[in-house]
Structure formats: C-alpha cells, structure tokens
C-alpha cells in the first residue's frame, strides 16, 4: 500500500515544473489606484451565468471596447468601489476584480492601463466598459466604440513617477481545467479520478494543504485555450458537474 500511495504521488507531481517565461516591461504614466482583491464568485444576468476567471496571468483578447459616464459616475461597482468617471478604470464579465489590463485602441494605436472594477457590458459583441477617461485616453468618446486588444499585466509599482508594469503570457499557452470535487482521502479522489477517466482522457489529483489539512482536487483538463476551455466547461456544469468551476494553469 505504500508503495502504491508513493507511485500515485510520483505521477501527480511528474511534469509540475515549466521553464519560466521571459517578461517585457512595460512604463506607463497613469494613475495608480490600490488594488482590490478578486471577486470569484458566479454571477446571473439577463438569465447567463457568468465565471469569473480565478486567474488572469496570460489573458489575451481582441474585440469591442465602449465606454460608461455620466450617468453612472458615483454608482456602486460590482468591486464595491464609487464608480469615478475621471479614473482609469473598465467593467469586464470575466476578468479577476482588480486585475490590471493594457488596452489598445486598434485604430489609432493609442493605448492605456486601466484595472477592472466592475462587471459589464452586458451588450451583446461587447467586451469592456472603459471609464470615461480611459475612453478619452483612447481617443473612443465620439465614436462611442473601438476595436482593441486586452492584455492582463502584473499589478503595477512606483518607480519614481512612472509606474512599470510586466506583461505575462499569453492565454493560449496556459493550461485550462474543470475542478469537480475535493476530498481529504487520496483514495477516494483516485477513486473518482479513475471512474472520470472512462469519459475524458486527461484528470488530475493535485494534493493541496487549507488549515493545516490535506485534500486532493480532482481536476479535468480541458484545453490550453481559455475560451475553448470555457465554453466545455459551461456544457460540463450543465449536464454533470454543476458545483464545478474553471482553474488555470
């Protein structure tokens, strides 16, 4: 029996370390507000649920930005934080609450640092809700939307009076997987793992210590792109596993 619990931790472990990625930095000259911790918990609206991601590190996208003023300036956000139509700040349905993203306006090439407060826009093709001044930064208010990109950096420090910001990589190159429960006894995570292995080609127990206690996460892999990971994911949920949730890697 020993020998056996040693070979099954040999194989959990196997294959942990990854060569570590380069980073660029990057100098931006906007305003730095504290950072507030994530939010993860799922959320409904107009009858979708949505998973905020419990990870940002690589996220990467390309789609619609708009932008929210005067009407919502001094609203509570999602964050619990007063909406400040002058901060550089965004609503995103996804990305971690306080989490530091790089937009660039693809028409113009401008580009700025915001970090995400809020959830939203709940508008179909629609990615981010950029403040008002970031909007103005970006150069979108008369158009009132823009195609750019999204990139999550690190959250930022002072240096002087620049802020430096890291980029990560990207999305695609990540590890995506489904976590469907969490045991104290190996033997029953290795358990479920072997039965969920008639079903999918790749589960995992990854051993994990909350309170000075043990436990074994069993996790299915599902992909190495976010948004193919996401969206097996929702099918997952609905059918089987309907307290489970999407994890990076």
């Known amino acids: 029996m020993r020998f056996v619990l040693v070979l099954v931790l040999a194989i959990l472990f196997y294959g942990c370390a990854r060569p570590p990625h380069p980073v660029k930095v990057r100098v931006y000259r906007y305003h730095l507000s504290r950072t507030i911790p994530g939010w993860l918990k799922p959320y409904k609206i107009n009858g979708k649920t949505y998973y905020p991601l419990p990870v940002a590190r690589g996220f990467q996208q390309t789609c619609i930005a708009s932008w929210y003023g005067p009407s919502f300036h001094g609203r509570v956000t999602a964050s619990g934080e007063v909406y400040n139509m002058y901060a550089y700040t965004a609503a995103h349905k996804t990305l971690p609450i306080g989490t530091y993203v790089l937009v660039k306006n693809l028409r113009n090439g401008r580009e700025v640092v915001v970090r995400i407060n809020d959830r939203g826009p709940f508008v179909k093709g629609r990615c981010l809700d950029l ?13 009132g939307t823009a195609p750019v990109k999204l990139i999550v950096l690190s959250p930022g420090k002072k240096a002087g009076r620049e802020i430096v910001y890291e980029d990560v990589p990207e999305i695609e190159n990540g590890k995506y997987y489904l976590q469907v429960g969490a045991f104290k006894s190996l033997q029953n995570a290795v358990k479920l793992r072997m039965k969920l292995l008639e079903r999918f080609r790749v589960v995992e127990v990854e051993p994990f ?24 994911a929702e099918k997952l949920k609905k059918c089987c596993f309907k307290n489970a949730f999407l994890i990076a890697k």
């Open 209 to 232: 210590v909350k309170n000075n206690q043990l436990f074994y996460r069993v996790q299915i892999y599902l992909g190495e792109n976010y948004f193919v990971a996401l969206k097996r």
């Open 131 to 143: 403040s008002y001044a970031a909007a103005r930064a970006l150069g979108i208010i008369k158009t």
